[in-house]
C-alpha cells in the first residue's frame, strides 16, 4: 500500500502557484519523499525529491515539514501544461534501486 | 537523448493469446522496472531488472507473466493465456543503479484483451 495520503483534486489557476500537499505521517529516518507526475496518456515524469532539506529544481520546489510528516510541492507559475495527476511516494533507496509505489495521485487541473 | 521506448504502444489480442511487449532503456540504465496501470490506478510494480538478473519480482500477478533482460539492455515482458483482467497500460522505466536515481519512464504499452 502507499504510504502517502494526497487529496484527490485541486485546481488552480493559470499564473498562479500550486501548491500540492501530501501526508507521508509513518515516514522512516532513511525514506526520501519523490514526487512525479503523469500527463494524460504519458509515462510517469520525475518532478523532484528531498529527505530532509527544501528543495528546488527547475520545475518545482519540495517543502518538507521538520517532523517530516508531510511535504508541499509549489509550482510557482502554473501552466495548462502542468495539468496531470501527481504522485507523491516515498522511497528508501536500498542498495542503488528499489521500486516506486505508487498511490491513486491527485489531479491537477489548470484553469485558464 | 533518446528516452525509454516502448513497442507496440497498442496491442489487442484475443483471450488466451500469447503476448509480448518490448523495453529499451535509455542508454548505460542498469536498471530496468515494468509496472502495470489500470484505468484510474497509480502504476502498480511488476518486475525490476539489475543488469540481467530479475532482482525483484514480487509484483508479478501469477506464473502466466514472465519478463526477461539477457544482455541487460532490452527487456520483454511476456504474458501467456493473457485474460481479459491483464488490460491494462503497461510501462517501462530505467534508472542509474545509484542510490536516489531517478526512473525514467516509456509510454507504455496498452494491451486491450477481448
Known amino acids: 500500500d502507499a504510504k502517502t495520503t494526497q487529496p484527490p483534486s485541486m485546481d488552480c489557476a493559470e499564473g498562479r502557484a500550486a501548491n500540492l500537499p501530501c501526508n507521508h505521517s509513518t515516514i522512516s529516518g532513511n525514506e526520501y519523499v519523490y514526487w512525479y507526475r503523469q500527463i494524460h496518456s504519458q509515462g510517469p515524469q520525475y518532478i523532484i525529491h528531498?529527505?530532509?532539506n527544501n528543495e528546488t529544481n527547475e520545475m518545482a520546489s519540495l517543502i518538507i515539514t521538520e517532523d517530516r510528516k508531510s511535504s508541499t510541492l509549489i509550482l510557482p507559475h502554473a501552466t495548462l501544461r502542468d495539468t496531470a495527476v501527481y504522485y507523491c511516494?516515498?522511497?528508501?533507496?536500498?542498495?542503488?534501486?528499489?521500486?516506486?509505489?505508487f498511490g491513486k495521485g491527485m489531479k491537477l487541473t489548470v484553469n485558464p | 537523448g533518446a528516452g525509454v521506448s516502448q513497442t507496440p504502444s497498442n496491442k489487442v489480442t484475443e483471450k488466451g493469446k500469447y503476448v509480448e511487449l518490448r523495453c529499451d532503456p535509455i542508454s548505460g540504465h542498469t536498471a530496468l522496472y515494468w509496472y502495470r496501470q489500470s484505468l484510474g490506478q497509480g502504476p502498480e510494480f511488476l518486475i525490476y531488472f539489475q543488469g540481467t538478473g530479475a532482482a525483484d519480482d514480487s509484483g508479478l500477478p501469477n506464473d502466466r507473466f514472465f519478463a526477461v533482460r539477457p544482455e541487460g539492455s532490452v527487456s520483454t515482458l511476456k504474458i501467456q493465456r493473457t485474460e481479459r483482467g491483464d488490460s491494462a497500460v503497461y510501462l517501462c522505466?530505467?534508472?542509474?543503479?545509484?542510490?536516489?536515481?531517478?526512473?525514467?519512464f516509456g509510454p507504455g504499452t496498452r494491451l486491450t484483451v477481448l
Open positions: 528531498g529527505l530532509k
Open positions: 511516494i516515498v522511497r528508501a533507496p536500498q542498495g542503488g534501486s528499489e521500486k516506486l509505489v
Open positions: 522505466a530505467s534508472s542509474l543503479a545509484r542510490e536516489e536515481g531517478e526512473q525514467f
